[in-house]
């Protein structure tokens, strides 16, 4: 996933909110002395993957925002003529009270609003991770610069698509130089969201953790949290994430679904009732993925002829063709292939057809295995084992 999309993602994330009929009216009262017939926008959550886009202008130095929220619900503001970037956008927790804000106009990120106490909180976890982020700078310029160079590089002749593709596996590589930094960070998270049961910001913050966290683990911190805080908006997201983990997980029947594969055929997971299967959660795009498919390959050689299947399902609803591309290069296509569901238009996302809503699939590559009755036995990443964890059950199973 690009740096773009990263980023439109994870706000869509943040401003997801609870729609419920006992909404309570804000104000934002705001100070730009020096932004004056500038636009300020504001975006914030109303759920069910809907947001309300709110629009000023600066006028004698002051603008002001009117809305309505069921509790606190995370947003953020942005000056209008300036690309959606992590630098160009002020992350704000709204609340149905009077507040007050000062935009930098230098910095919008470092803009000061008040009056939001779930806000204060916000902010005093920033400003834990300031000195981390810093010491991040140069290699976010570094691997920026890499990005660049791989979006020029993919726009050049078809006969560099080799040096490309090594390019894009070698910046991927290049993301191990975070990790240490990232472990920091993921502490300070840790250690607040256990300190702060009662915050909804440690609700908000576990709907990025748990794709790093077992279903026990996530289980664990959930029942932590007071009543408050599970009947939040972002309580009841991490309750649901947790729901579709549990879904996914061994002991659970596998969710049945039916999707036209990648020849238009009909596909249904009912049909391989009696044999073993394996659902592959992977995407064109996902470098990993790709790496693993050769052992994937050897994989269902070795069990394919004792009632072993495969099904890939891609991440890939956008671009079909990259998706065909990639089984076709990887030479996958000796298992069957379908696409996951996600649809998007006008910014309105359907998950109503989502395969992997029923999993509770969060990062790629995860694999689930399915015995002949139906039930899930395995769950290899996101919340599961390792490649190393499937060969030793695959064994097992078929004792070879």
């Not at 002395?33 to 109303?46: I, R």
């Not at 140069?138 to 090594?166: D, G």
């Not at 076709?328 to 910014?347: A, F, P, S, T």
């Amino acid at each position: 996933m690009n740096t773009s999309n990263k980023f439109i993602a994870l706000m869509a994330v943040m401003m997801t909110s609870l729609t419920v009929s006992a909404q309570k009216k804000f104000v934002i009262n705001g100070l730009a002395p020096e932004l004056n017939g500038k636009y300020v926008h504001l975006s914030y959550g109303t759920g069910n993957d809907n947001q309300i886009k709110d629009s000023v202008v600066v006028a004698n130095g002051k603008f002001k925002f009117t809305g309505a929220v069921a509790g606190p619900t995370f947003g953020y503001i942005s000056l209008g003529g300036q690309a959606l970037s992590f630098d160009n956008i002020f992350s704000v927790v709204l609340e149905p009270t009077t507040m007050k804000m000062t935009l930098d106009p230098d910095s919008i990120n470092k803009s000061i609003l008040t009056g939001s106490k779930e806000n204060d909180k916000l902010k005093s976890l920033d400003e834990q991770k300031a000195p981390i982020n810093k010491a991040m700078e140069p290699l976010r310029a570094e691997y920026q610069k890499r990005n660049e160079e791989y979006a020029k590089a993919s726009k050049t002749l078809k006969e560099m698509e080799k040096k490309v593709e090594a390019m894009k596996i070698d910046n991927y590589a290049f993301r191990d130089k975070f990790e240490p930094f990232q472990k920091q960070q993921e502490e300070i998270d840790r250690d607040f969201i256990a300190k702060n049961p009662q915050s909804i910001v440690s609700a908000y913050l576990m709907r990025f953790k748990i794709s790093g966290m077992t279903l026990a683990e996530a289980e664990k911190v959930y029942h932590s949290f007071t009543s408050d805080v599970k009947n939040s908006s972002y309580g009841k997201e991490v309750f649901d994430e947790i729901k579709k983990m549990r879904s996914g997980s061994p002991g659970n029947p596998a969710y049945v679904f039916s999707k036209p594969d990648i020849d238009g055929k009909p596909l249904s997971l009912a049909d391989y009732r009696g044999k073993y299967v394996l659902l592959d959660f992977w995407a064109s795009w996902c470098v990993p993925c790709r790496q693993g498919n050769p052992h994937l390959i050897s994989v269902y050689n070795k069990y394919k002829d004792a009632g072993f299947e495969i099904i890939g399902i891609s991440d890939d609803d956008r671009n079909e063709a990259a998706w065909k591309k990639a089984v076709e290069q990887d030479q996958i296509q000796i298992w069957k292939h379908v696409l996951r569901g996600l649809k998007m238009e006008n910014n309105v996302i359907d998950r109503s057809q989502d395969i992997s809503e029923h999993y509770g699939i969060h990062t790629l590559p995860t694999k689930i295995l399915i015995d002949p009755q139906g039930v899930i036995i395995g769950r290899y990443g996101s919340g599961g084992g390792s490649d190393a964890d499937l060969d030793a059950k695959l064994n097992a199973v078929f004792g070879k």
